[in-house]
């Protein structure tokens, strides 16, 4: 019943990588444009990357040269690989699918960084 599911977050020290999953439904991954939103505690959610189904991709400032959005179409599976990561970078990280009538949203996933 629940349209998309992240995996793959965790605890990790500075410097060191994850790369994030979240399994779709054919019709959803379908939709557009997908990406990658991040919550941390006390802040609003943002958007980290997007990308479209024709594979163009967009950064967030904070994240650009560090992190790469991905999808494999065969899989219905968006990736989101994390290097080099921050502290700052704390958050709950969560999936959506952006639908002409709304959005899909995942239940998050938490990637903390931390000495």
């Known amino acids: 019943q629940v349209p998309l599911v992240e995996s793959g977050g965790g605890l990790v020290e500075p410097g060191e990588s994850l790369r994030l999953s979240c399994v779709a439904s054919r019709s959803i991954f379908s939709i557009a444009i997908m990406g990658w939103y991040r919550q941390a505690p006390g802040k609003q959610r943002e958007l980290v990357a997007a990308i479209t189904r024709g594979d163009s991709t967009k950064y967030a400032d904070s994240v650009k040269g560090r992190f790469t959005i991905s999808r494999d179409k065969a899989k219905n599976t968006l990736y989101l690989q994390m290097n080099s990561l921050k502290p700052e970078d704390t958050a709950v990280y969560y999936c959506?699918?952006?639908?002409?009538?709304?959005?899909?949203w995942g239940q998050g996933t938490q990637v903390t960084v931390s000495s």
């Open positions: 959506n699918a952006r639908g002409t009538s709304g959005d899909y």
